[in-house]
């Protein structure tokens, strides 16, 4: 972080670094498997569950290219990335991934309760970078 501070009329520059800050880890998962259960078809579902994706794990927030802003929980040995998305009707529901870390594997579905059938989602495998 640069900061430009004037002393004396003589403009200086101060740059501070900030340890201990958390490095972003990346999640570059690709799609092994989806359900189109819930869904009238295959190509239905495929436009919630895209074949690869990419998150940014910031601490307790994450970024997906597809999903936009969440938010991140542990559980375990597993991490659930949480996206709250806008329906066309002014509701929201929640898509959760949960990240299996000990073996990178991950699934995604509709949280429950979010109104529509239970939804099988999609699943597949994660590489890790961060």
């Known amino acids: 972080m640069t900061w430009n501070i004037g002393i004396g009329g003589v403009l200086c520059a101060a740059t501070l670094s900030v340890a201990g800050a958390a490095a972003a880890q990346t999640l570059d998962c690709q799609q092994t498997r989806i359900s189109k259960?819930?869904?009238?078809t295959l190509s239905a579902a495929q436009s919630f569950f895209p074949e690869s994706q990419r998150y940014v794990i910031?601490?307790?927030?994450?970024r997906s290219e597809f999903y936009g802003n969440g938010y991140v929980s542990t559980k375990g040995d597993r991490t659930i990335l949480t996206f709250p998305i806008a329906l066309q009707d002014g509701t929201s529901i929640d898509i959760n991934m949960t990240w299996i870390r000990k073996n990178n594997r991950y699934s995604i579905r509709f949280a429950s309760g979010a109104g529509y059938e239970?939804?099988?989602g999609a699943a597949g495998q994660c590489a890790v970078r961060g």
């Open 37 to 40: 259960g819930g869904f009238t």
């Open 58 to 62: 910031n601490g307790d927030r994450v």
């Open 118 to 120: 239970q939804v099988k």
